[in-house]
């Protein structure tokens, strides 16, 4: 692994208040949530930049919801 | 990072050293492209004139690494490579995000999944074997997987690493690895999702792999 750099992040009550869910829910630290979602939102950017479509499909596979970031 | 990891030398019968490395670049791509590449389609061909079983033939004969390069710099992707005797012996891909456990026990908590793992030809048994010659290199798979492992418990994922594998490695992945076979996907070729829960991925490096 490379090595790692601290920072400090200042969230509000209701975005620490998902945090901690999430991180009780998929049984990662804080620290390892957001470093998931910063690797999701990067990909997500670079497949969308090279042309690529991000899509939404409900259970019923009907409806079809476009994201762009 | 670049670490020794043991193989096992099938010309000698003695395990020989060589170097696990996460500094993937296209070059190895290339390489693969190269050198292994010819040696699959060629071992693809003997196999099916000779008969063989068809469960044996690789199916991987069209995997194209260098379309990878782009995935090189996406903090969601991890590659691994294994050189040894100046040659590259096996590559992989993980995606280190994104993906969670298809285990009910397990549900919605990520793992690591293993996108693409590939050992060079003339590691593979029954491939060189369709081409007259012995393996050359055991546990290159093997030190692969425990890479993946690893990765998955210092993401802390806790070992949980889940692949789709090919008809071809079945074997290889539920009984010299441990995984568990969870069901074949129909959004991906029927192939089989194998999975590591803590408990199997701690007792597959608990016993330094399983066997070459």
Redesign the interface.
Same mark, same amino acid.
């Given at each position: 692994?490379n090595t790692k750099k601290t920072m400090t992040l200042n969230l509000t009550d209701q975005e620490m208040k998902v945090l901690e869910e999430l991180s009780t829910?998929?049984?990662?630290?804080k620290t390892?949530i957001l !470093?998931?979602a910063? !690797?999701?939102y990067?990909?997500v950017d670079?497949k969308l930049a090279?042309g690529g479509k991000l899509f939404f499909e409900d259970q019923k596979k009907e409806k079809a919801e476009l994201m762009v970031l | 990072m670049r670490v020794p990891v043991e193989l096992f030398d099938y010309a000698t019968k003695e395990p020989v050293e060589g170097e696990l490395f996460d500094e993937v670049t296209v070059e190895h791509f290339l390489e693969t492209q190269r050198d292994w590449r010819p040696a699959v389609i060629e071992a693809a061909k003997a196999m099916l004139k000779s008969g063989a079983p068809r469960v044996n033939v690789p199916r991987h004969f069209h995997w194209d690494w260098s379309t990878k390069e782009a995935d090189l710099r996406v903090l969601a992707f991890s590659f691994f490579g294994i050189t040894c005797r100046g040659k590259l012996q096996g590559i992989m891909k993980l995606e280190t995000a994104g993906r969670s456990s298809r285990l009910p026990e397990h549900k919605g908590k990520p793992l690591i999944y293993i996108d693409y793992l590939e050992t060079a030809p003339w590691n593979i048994k029954t491939l060189v074997e369709a081409l007259g010659k012995g393996p050359q290199f055991g546990a290159v798979g093997t030190r692969l997987i425990e890479a993946a492992v690893r990765r998955s418990l210092e993401e802390g994922f806790k070992g949980r690493l889940a692949l789709h594998s090919l008809s071809t490695s079945e074997q290889f992945y539920l009984e010299k690895c441990g995984m568990m076979g969870v069901g074949r996907d129909s959004a991906k070729q029927d192939l089989l999702w194998c999975e590591f829960t803590p408990e199997q991925a701690e007792i597959f490096l608990g016993e330094g792999g399983g066997a070459a």
């Open positions: 692994m829910q998929k049984d990662l630290s390892a !470093r998931q910063l !690797r999701l990067q990909l670079v090279e | -």
